[in-house]
């Protein structure tokens, strides 16, 4: 156990953490020290010393409260740091590190903490737990047990019975700790982008009965817009994490569409909890799951009076005795998750909920929070207004989608090589399709399409996959077993041809209304006026009755069309919402006929071939009819005229709308199943010709990618598409239109012997800075192992006579590619401090807070580089090495001691007025939240 500095106090370290761990399981790790004899050498009668756990890849971890143990000059501690360790979920052996450090942030004492082990079962008998007693916060450990138990009950199974219709037995198979995957929120004070983007008729009628705050200027939204897409895009559990060490994040609220997993992540932190030792809990906060429909319902009917009450003798999953409870709650040792707001539809009812929630956070001034809610009807001034803040769940990115299905088809598959020929299925499906890719955002549409993919082939178009998608979904819709029993009406009968009527017309509807499909919204009372009409074409009786028990139900469970919030509904994707709408026009054009080949051209096609909303329905459109008339919408799209001054950028460059009839007609024709070559000849000429064009608007760097990938789309991959890409890269065409091409060449050309020679080239000669960086880029991740690729990438970082962009793409790549690389670290210093571009400099500092984000010597040198960067400003727009190396710090290490101080520096002593604007509104941020 090396020191790496003495302090003139001797100290002996006095460390609890698992030996051995239980995969996924969460654990207590203190950290104390006891002070020899000798005489206190300090004038201070405190002295902190700051712990900081290395314990990445066995476990991650959060301090509970303060990472620091304070020696007092009388004698001992005030208490030993806690961490929570959350093990990792897989088998693992390694060692956890542990660093003290002074107040100056210099590292004192260093102990390596070997042979820990996670495991997938661990021997727990021999752990005391007979002899706790009653806790200090007032629960008996029999009384948490219990609860333990009920959570694992009610909770562990993941409940698939709504999205799978097989007889594929999941419950027991699926815990929801296995396949939880920690979606990303942003922050949303001010501005929810579902209320913004809905009609103002919409939002008026939200108003007037009381579902949504009052009417807003729209100048006012855009500015709020704007600070909400500026908001940083972090982890959920980050955010509630923070709730125990960051007295801002106590209250929470948790906003998301259905299917999004807000209930889900309550239940993993719950279970989180109760899966973890007795003897490790037993002195956690305690966390209380209500849901509030049934709280609700209890309250309603006198069965409580109070959420206290409720957890004494409601209708709960384990009754706990509110005495003990309210000792724990008194005491802070609590985290109260509150789910569904909004389930409880009525809006009097919802305002004496947040009422109560209200009252118990007086009460319970301690205890942390979490609510969660659907958007539309949701009011948060009233919970803002005490302190809750409001974060929006975000869909699954590539990464998470990645995680699922590998986590998926590990759980769900016995038989190796089916296993993995139905994970790369999905995941093709999935990278190839950005329509399918959004879908898989939603967390309950990709278990859906997991579900899909393990019982059947996946079809090769999207709108059959739709289309089976949908009757999964329809299926669970079952109107006739629910209405069999309601004595209101007579036996009823609807399959789910009749649900898909019904949709295709709710859909025709929603795209006629105020912003057409840019609103996934429809009113309640249009919605029983369009399933009456139809429930009475079809001779229902009584098809009102019917037609209202129908959106009953939709209110009480999620599928196809949901229930959004106020008197609200809508699909729950958009994706469905263009699939019915596409099949509404296909149905008029190829069953009713009420469409001729031309009214579609010019009545669907041509009224909305620019609108961006409509992209996604023209595409299924043209998927689903046959490639004739395919042919005839591609040529008419083609003889399409844009005035293209109307789309230049700032610097007078062509930007992607300015060629959207010809970016549509190649979507058109790749969702063809038999692609013609007779479309395909005339289309791609006409492509290229557009392509060639230098003047007079040169192509910006979007509009470049989007034309050169219809042109490879179009071209299939063949050898004269090859030789046209490569024709492109000749000096003086469009630099875009050259990265363009030389990016699809690396990506189609990864077989091709000459194509490694060629981008080495155009790495080291090409006189644009965009070609050679694009062309760095490629070679660093298609021949990450050729023995040439690390040196190239080497020297052209290093190399002054470099343009700034190539410099700065190779300490990207170099950093992401090469991480263990002796030489890449002193590399990556070198460069964050005598680089002569800010940007590199800056993407340098990025790299390293980010690849060793836990190294003892970060903190000095990030804070060595906000102090001593030479950056000064010419521009506005330019960002400052100096305030990214600040902002990383207020962000990864927000419990550096001297934080302040440094931020005070900088307020008073920077040269940039901006980093000066910078540190003085986070110290007012610090003071706001040290109130």
């Known amino acids: 156990m090396p020191d790496t500095q003495q302090l003139p106090l001797s100290i002996q370290p006095v460390i609890s953490y698992p030996r051995e761990a239980q995969v996924g399981k969460t654990y207590l790790m203190t950290v104390d020290v006891q002070p020899s004899g000798d005489e206190w050498p300090y004038e201070e009668e405190e002295y902190p010393i700051y712990c900081m756990l290395e314990t990445f890849p066995l476990f991650s971890n959060k301090p509970m409260g303060e990472p620091a143990v304070v020696l007092h000059r009388f004698g001992g501690t005030y208490g030993a740091a806690k961490f929570l360790l959350t093990a990792a979920q897989e088998e693992i052996e390694g060692e956890i590190r542990v660093t003290l450090v002074n107040g100056w942030g210099v590292p004192v004492k260093v102990l390596s903490l070997s042979d820990v082990k996670v495991r997938q079962e661990v021997d727990e008998s021999g752990r005391n737990t007979k002899d706790l007693g009653i806790n200090s916060s007032g629960i008996s450990p029999d009384l948490i047990k219990g609860y333990q138990e009920a959570l694992l009950e009610r909770y562990a199974n993941l409940n698939l019975d709504s999205v799978d219709t097989s007889v594929y037995d999941y419950r027991g198979k699926l815990k929801v700790w296995q396949l939880f995957v920690a979606q990303n929120v942003r922050e949303c004070q001010e501005f929810l982008p579902q209320v913004y983007e809905i009609p103002k008729e919409h939002q008026r009628r939200l108003g007037e009965s009381n579902q949504l705050e ?41 906003l998301g569409d259905p299917g999004s997993g807000k209930s889900i992540l309550l239940q993993y932190l719950a279970l989180n909890w109760a899966r973890s030792p007795l003897d490790s809990i037993i002195e956690l906060p305690i966390p209380l799951l209500i849901e509030l429909r049934t709280y609700n319902i209890n309250r309603n009917s006198g069965e409580c009076k109070d959420l206290l009450e409720f957890f004494h003798k409601g209708n709960v999953i384990c009754r706990l005795n509110q005495h003990q409870l309210q000792e724990k709650l008194k005491a802070g040792k609590a985290l109260v998750m509150f789910d569904g707001l909004d389930e409880v539809f009525d809006p009097a009812q919802r305002d004496k909920l947040v009422t109560d929630i209200h009252r118990f956070t007086n009460d319970y001034p301690k205890v942390r929070v979490i609510v969660t809610s659907r958007i539309i009807g949701h009011k948060p001034q009233r919970l803002q207004e005490v302190g809750f803040r409001h974060f929006l769940l975000q869909d699954l990115d590539s990464e998470q989608i990645q ?22 299925r999905l995941q093709q499906a999935i990278d190839t399709s950005q329509a399918i890719r959004e879908l898989a955002g939603n967390p309950l549409l990709l278990i859906m399409m997991a579900i899909l993919n393990r019982n059947q082939e996946l079809p090769r178009d999207r709108p059959e996959l739709y289309n089976q998608a949908s009757r999964v979904l329809l299926y669970q819709w079952d109107v006739e077993r629910k209405l069999l029993a309601d004595p209101r009406v007579d036996p009823v009968t609807i399959d789910y041809k009749d649900k898909q009527a019904m949709l295709r017309q709710i859909a025709d509807f929603m795209q006629e209304a105020n912003k057409g499909l840019a609103g996934n919204l429809i009113r309640g009372r249009d919605l029983e006026i369009i399933l009456s009409k139809y429930l009475k074409s079809i001779e229902v009786n009584d098809p009102t009755t019917v037609a209202r028990l129908m959106i009953e139900q939709l209110r009480s469970r999620n599928f196809i069309l949901c229930f959004l919030g106020g008197d609200s509904y809508g699909f729950v994707h958009r994706t469905f919402l263009e699939y019915f709408c596409a099949w509404e026009y296909v149905w008029q054009f190829q069953q009713t006929q009420n469409l001729s080949i031309e009214q579609l051209k010019i009545e669907v096609f041509g009224k909305h071939w620019q609108d961006e909303s409509w992209q996604e329905v023209l595409r299924l459109i043209a998927g689903m009819i046959d490639a004739k008339f395919v042919g005839q919408i591609i040529e008419y799209l083609i003889e399409q005229k844009i005035n293209q001054r109307e789309f230049l950028d700032k610097n007078g460059r062509l930007r992607k709308k300015g060629i959207q009839n010809l970016l549509l007609a190649a979507n058109c024709f790749a969702e063809l199943r038999n692609k013609n070559a007779s479309i395909a000849e005339p289309l791609q000429t006409a492509l290229k010709q557009e392509a060639e064009r230098v003047y007079p608007h040169p192509f910006d760097a979007e509009a470049a990618d989007a034309i050169v990938s219809a042109i490879a789309t179009v071209g299939q991959n063949t050898p004269q598409t090859l030789n046209w890409l490569k024709s492109c890269l000749q000096s003086g065409s469009n630099s ?22 060629l981008l080495q080239k155009k790495a080291k000669y090409d006189k644009s800075g965009i070609v050679q960086s694009a062309a760095v880029v490629e070679i660093a991740r298609g021949w990450k192992d050729h023995p040439d690729t690390l040196p190239l990438l080497q020297q052209k970082a290093k190399s002054d006579d470099e343009n700034w962009r190539v410099r700065n793409a190779a300490v990207e790549e170099i950093a992401r590619g090469w991480k263990d690389n002796p ?3 002193p590399l990556l210093q070198q460069q964050a401090k005598s680089d002569k571009d800010r940007d590199v400099r800056q993407a340098a500092i990025v790299e390293i807070a980010r690849g060793w984000k836990d190294e003892p010597w970060m903190l000095e040198f990030l804070r060595e580089r906000v102090l001593n960067d030479p950056f000064k400003r010419r521009y506005d727009w330019e960002d400052n090495p100096r305030q990214s190396a600040l902002e990383i710090i207020i962000q990864q290490y927000p419990d550096y001691p001297k934080i302040i101080s440094l931020l005070r520096n900088r307020a008073d002593n920077d040269s940039d007025e901006q980093v000066r604007k910078f540190a003085k509104n986070q110290l007012e941020k610090l003071e706001r939240q040290s109130i």
């Open 214 to 254: 009052a009417e807003i200027d729209s100048e006012v939204w855009e500015q709020y817009k704007q600070v909400y897409y500026q908001q940083p895009v972090r982890s959920v559990l980050d955010i509630v994490n923070e709730i125990w060490s960051d007295e801002s994040y106590r209250y929470l609220v948790i």
């Open 403 to 424: 995680s699922f299905i590998k986590r998926w088809h590990e759980l769900t598959f016995i038989d190796e090589v089916d296993k993995l020929r139905k994970r790369k």
């Open 823 to 825: 030489h890449t670290l």
């Open 736 to 757: 875009y239109i050259r990265k363009s091409a030389l990016k699809t060449i690396a990506q189609y050309g990864q077989n091709d012997p000459d194509t490694l020679p």
